[in-house]
């Protein structure tokens, strides 16, 4: 059974920072791209970051600067280290990985950044 599972949102002063976590089971994790998306309210869920197998990133353009999306092999699992964040950045953050045509997405974790 595949699992990704999010973890590390919550509510946070703008300007503050907070690192995402998904743990990811039931895959190979190596060999799958890795990215976080999130849903504000009202909007369409939107692409973050995306890290690939061999670690090439991409980056939203309203993120670049800010966000930094690694992974550990070893553990399963890919973070997303937010910084500077601002009211905007307030949404429900999604894991997703995907391997060829295969797509798993998390739960999602919230985050909701106070003005």
């Known amino acids: ?3 990704l599972v999010e973890s590390g949102g919550g509510l946070v002063q703008a300007g503050g920072s907070l690192r995402l976590s998904c743990r990811a089971s039931g895959i190979t994790f190596r060999l799958y791209t ?8 009202g ?15 991409n980056y939203a353009n309203s993120v670049k ?10 553990k ?8 500077s964040l601002k009211p905007e ?6 894991c997703r990985g995907n391997f060829i ?8 974790t919230q985050v909701t950044v106070s003005s």
Do not use: C, H, K
């Open 43 to 57: 909007n369409e869920r939107e692409l973050v970051a995306t890290i690939t197998s061999d670690g090439s990133t």
């Open 89 to 94: 950045d307030t949404a429900l953050y999604y």
């Open 101 to 108: 045509r295969q797509y798993y997405w998390g739960q999602g």
């Open 1 to 3: 059974q595949v699992q």
């Open 76 to 83: 399963n699992t890919v973070y997303l280290q937010m910084n």
């Open 65 to 74: 600067g800010r966000f930094t999306i690694s992974r550990d092999n070893a």
């Open 34 to 41: 890795m990215g976080w998306y999130r849903q504000g309210p």
